[in-house]
């Protein structure tokens, strides 16, 4: 979840209001809870919340017009919709009004938290996206893609192709590269363009919990599941299914979605019959999945299954002027979001960017144009607002046919370290720039707060 994301709570129900606004506010929120429409709607005239959670039952209307208001908004937050009088008629209708989502009482706090960080991810992504076609030039933006070198010239190539196909996709990036934007793209592109686009974090899904959010269950098929649920392959019918970092699903999970791969055939946990679905599959990853394949953590029919239309997304390194091109309309973001006058960058900032070799890919240069802004005091930023990896003289020059090297960089001497040990010097010297904020350095990195834990663990063991 966003640090300090504002959210607003509407229900009626004080005791499921307050467990909410607790949850809410144990992940780093800052929440409004109103039990009534009109207090929501006066607060509404003054706040701006990047999510609304409503209830449709409400002493003095119902949660649907809400719903709908909120749907035509110009910033129009994430909605997710609960009641206690779930049915299918009333699902569709939230979702057709414009809600994100919708969940029945009582609530499983676990898929809660998991609906939370999606329609918020997914509310992030559409605010992204619609800035950049705000910002780029005509032939720049390609479906929140944006971009003038060859590498990207051939990305969007390769995206016109394999969206016109039907089968899986499996897209190959480091992170911070912009993946699920790729999968949006296709999508976009695709005949199924009309359907829904769903996106998972399979590193981000509790394993426990995995059959259950991908395949759905039905009534009493475990201890609390009270009423039946639909996964996210049912949810994504007739449209796209994105299952972001596909190295992390459990080899049991994995046989599974082949199933559904090869032939559309789902069962949800504890049914008996098995579903139909149509959803195409893209599945994206930072990891060498032939690897975890030889290293007997990743099914090998899977993966041919999924690399018959591969896509590698180039990291920012190897798209030359982009990042100069990409700094300057991020910087025009960021300067309208802090209300500042900053209009550029003065040539030596511009020249640190051009030649530091951005480990973090598009993320971090959205991380550092954000912190520069907040820093420069004039109208262009500053090598002195720039964080000190890069405004250092020592900072590494940026290459697109080696990797990165320099006095006091992340490679000394003459031997080259393994690509493991440069990950590591990394990640303790951005725990270093934040001061030790995981929280922080996750966002940096491009990566969850719980991959990061995994990585840190991994070395205090090797250690």
């Known amino acids: 979840m966003p640090e300090r994301a504002l959210i607003l709570v509407v229900e009626d129900d004080a005791a499921l209001s307050r467990l909410l606004v607790d949850e809410l506010e144990a992940d780093g929120a800052r929440v409004a809870a109103f039990a009534e429409l009109s207090g929501a709607r006066h607060w509404l005239a003054d706040h701006r919340p990047a999510l609304v959670v409503t209830d449709l039952r409400l002493p003095d209307g119902n949660g649907m017009e809400l719903v709908h208001e909120l749907a035509g ?214 990891r060498d999945l032939a690897q975890r394949v030889a290293d007997g953590d990743f099914r090998e029919d899977l993966y041919y299954r999924l690399e018959t239309f591969a896509i590698d997304v180039p990291p920012l390194r190897a798209r030359g002027d982009d990042v100069e091109l990409l700094a300057q309309r991020i910087l025009a973001r960021c300067a309208a979001a802090q209300n500042k006058p900053v209009r550029g960058f003065s040539p030596e900032a511009l020249a640190r960017l051009a030649a530091y070799p951005f480990p973090g890919n598009v993320r971090e240069l959205q991380n550092v144009v954000e912190r520069a802004v907040a820093f420069a005091a004039g109208e262009r930023v500053e090598v002195a607002d720039l964080p000190a990896r890069l405004a250092s003289d020592a900072a590494p020059a940026a290459s697109t046919d080696s990797v990165p090297r320099g006095d006091g960089g992340l490679l000394d001497g003459a031997v080259l370290p393994t690509l493991d040990e440069v990950q590591k ?14 929280r922080r350095a996750a966002a940096l990195l491009g990566i969850g707060r719980r991959t990061l834990y995994r990585w840190l663990d991994g070395e205090r063991e090797a250690d």
């Open 73 to 286: 908004a110009e910033a129009r937050p994430a909605i997710i919709v609960v009641t206690a009088f779930g049915s299918v008629r009333q699902a569709v209708e939230a979702l057709q009004a414009g809600a994100d989502d919708f969940l029945t009482k009582p609530l499983d706090l676990d898929h809660f938290h998991i609906c939370v960080e999606r329609v918020l991810e997914t509310r992030r992504l559409r605010d992204e996206v619609a800035q950049f076609r705000r910002l780029s030039g005509a032939g720049d933006d390609f479906h929140g893609l944006f971009g003038r070198s060859a590498a990207m010239r051939t990305l969007f190539d390769h995206i016109g192709v394999v969206a016109r196909a039907h089968g899986p996709v499996l897209i190959n990036g480091e992170s911070g590269t912009g993946k699920e934007l790729v999968a949006r793209a296709i999508h976009a592109e695709s005949e199924r363009a009309d359907g829904p686009f769903l996106a998972v974090n399979c590193a981000g899904v509790p394993q426990e919990l995995m059959e259950s959010e991908f395949f759905g269950h039905a009534s009493g098929a475990f201890t609390g599941a009270r009423v039946a649920r639909r996964g996210l392959l049912q949810q994504a019918h007739g449209g796209t299914l994105l299952l972001d970092e596909i190295g992390e699903m459990p080899l049991a999970l994995q046989a599974k979605m082949l199933r559904a791969l090869q032939d559309g055939s789902i069962r949800p946990v504890g049914q008996d019959t098995e579903e139909q679905v149509d959803v195409r599959i893209v599945a994206a990853t930072h």
């Open 425 to 438: 010097r990394y990640v303790r010297r951005v725990l270093d720039e934040v001061g030790g904020n995981r």
